[in-house]
């Protein structure tokens, strides 16, 4: 198995960046999800409600703010905002986040026609991955769950099968609608399921695979229009319903020493010890 591709996501629930390799931190992947929109009580705000997010292009700066590059929209630049912080929940925990300004604020109100603000984790130490799925030093920036999702390119391509094989016009589907860190080439279709509770190698660092992924609404949004089906949630209820979740993709947590990962190193799985 090697590494296929490797995505951030700078804003969460906005477009992704492609990179060929990137430096695993505690909390996950340089640059990932450090920053998010909340509503006025500031609940995040993702794809699930607003799938317009998926028109808004993030590019990371070298400073750690963000530039933002929507259509109709004029470019803006978010440094790593100063200001005192603010309350924000996500995935059921609530924690202090920093307001990105007004200017931000007003940007983001306009691609989404409703008040909303946006928030940068000034310290990524600080929310805590469920105790159920991780160790007392895993931590998470603004993911909903873990720091880590991987996908296996084989298990699309046989989602894509079943799909054709039931005349399904929604198909075939890009993995995109997965919104995956990293995608792994090379094992067979499904192969992800033998690794809950074990150890993925991937390079030189190693990753605890906590759980599936559940998957929700926003695997059924056009990553590059907004526009929504029903797939792959229909295929996934009739084959990959697991425990009353539809199943696609394991989620990790990275274990120290951290290091960088790149595009073509080799994943193994290692017993969990």
Known sequence: MRVASIHIYPVKSCHRVDTDRVVVQPWGLAGDRRFMVVDTDGARVTQREAPALTGVVPSPLPD????LSARDLPDLEVPPPVAPPVPVSVGGSTFPATPAGDEA???FTKVLGRPVR??????????????????PFDV????????????NAASLDMLNRWL???GSPEGPLPMDRFRPSVVVSGAPPWAEDGWLGRRLRVGAVTFRVAKPCGRCVVTTTDQETGRRGTEPLRTLARHRSIDGRLVFGVLLNPDPPYGEIAVGDPVTVVPAG
């Open 164 to 166: 054709r094989e039931a």
């Open 118 to 135: 946006l928030v940068w984790l000034d310290d990524p130490t600080r929310r805590r991955v469920n105790p159920a799925y991780g160790r």
């Open 140 to 151: 998470v920036t603004f993911a909903d769950a873990h720091p880590l999702l991987v996908t």
């Open 105 to 107: 604020d007003a940007w």
């Open 64 to 67: 750690g703010g963000v530039k």
